[in-house]
């Protein structure tokens, strides 16, 4: 079997790996260099807490992967188990997390419910008093998404896949309603089955098979924070679900800090949207963070930033399917692409090679499900 991949992202390339692995024939397909979509410009997350059973079964079969990653493939990815730390600001909210933990501990995820004082334990820089109550889990974390990317492009071509780099895939090739490979700016691929792993590029690449699918790209940002009070390395990555504020450590005592803050949130064009942040929203992250914790005070400095692409679909899950025959999909992650890739990979690899995914259950993950309005919404996004 050749399987042509379109996007040399995370998910692509674990994709090819998986591929690869399993004797196939791989080629990757990506029209600038290897994790300069969406990959390089993560936020790095991997977590477990999740508000529907499909995402959190991704994510116990990705940490699988991540907890052992530089065993796997010779490379450390800086990978971080400080937890994540969600904090509710009503009752309505606290309700909503309490059965969040319930459903994640009877699949195997260590979250647990807090008290706002409890928080203080795992976060001492938050102010209890704004909240009512958290969860927690302590395997939750994050790592280097440079360092991951890189280790399954070489994991891939040490496994017998070929990535091509700056090559843009122009059209995907049909016989009958039938995928049969693609056309390049260099020439035409023909496969047995071509996987569109293109992130925020996945419409575009879907509907070149004359497939409609709902991702949108959607511009988030991030910024680098000198807090006036030092971040410890400790903390886990905490976020004010109600308001959609979060920060995580950095080094040296920095913080990464995000949000979206807008009333709007418009598609962006994946090849000609800012990728540099924009002052006055970092304003209003800093503005945000402070609110709720001690350690943004008026002291605190912007050091930089930047913004990526989130590929968003209408109730932030992935579409992970076999959507024409010959043509897999894997996008729409929703910002969770990152920490997903290794289970995507392989499911990626089983609806290719056997027909059918296993690793996973994914029959919610179909395109289907907007057609027949059987979606279930992913709540914990930011």
Known sequence: MHAVIVGGGIVGLASAYALADEGATVT????????????????????????????????????????????????DIEYRRTGYLFLARTEAMADTFRENVAMQTDRGVPS??????????????????????????????FADPHLAVQGYAQ??????????????????????????????????LEADVVVNAAGPWARQVAAMADVSLPIAPRRRQLAVVEPETSVPESDPLAIDMARGSYFRPERDG?????????????????????????????????????????????ESGIKRGWAGLYAVTPDNHPIVEETAPGLITAAGFSGHGFQHAPATGRLVAELALDGEASLVDIDGLSSDRFVADERHVEQNVV
Not at 114 to 136: K, N
Not at 156 to 181: F, N, Y
């Open 28 to 75: 990757v397909c990506e029209k600038g260099s290897i994790g300069s979509g969406s990959t390089e410009r993560s936020v790095g997350g991997i977590r477990a807490q999740f508000s529907t059973p499909v995402n959190v079964d991704l994510s116990l079969e990705s940490m699988r992967v991540w907890e052992t990653f530089e065993d796997r493939f010779g490379i």
């Open 254 to 298: 920095d913080a990464l800090v995000g949000g979206h803050f807008a009333d709007v949130d418009p598609d962006h064009d994946p090849d000609a949207y800012s990728t540099s942040f924009d002052f006055d929203w970092a304003a209003s992250a800093l503005e945000a963070a402070a609110d709720w914790t001690t350690y943004f005070g008026p």
């Open 112 to 141: 647990t419910f807090l008290e706002p004082e409890e928080a203080l334990e795992y976060c001492s820089g938050i102010r209890p008093e704004a909240f009512v109550g958290a969860t927690y889990s302590p395997t939750d974390g």
């Open 155 to 188: 994991a891939a071509t040490e496994a017998g896949a070929t990535v091509l780099t700056k090559t843009a895939v122009t059209d995907v090739r049909q016989d009958g309603g039938q995928v049969t490979g693609v056309e390049t700016e260099t020439g035409r």
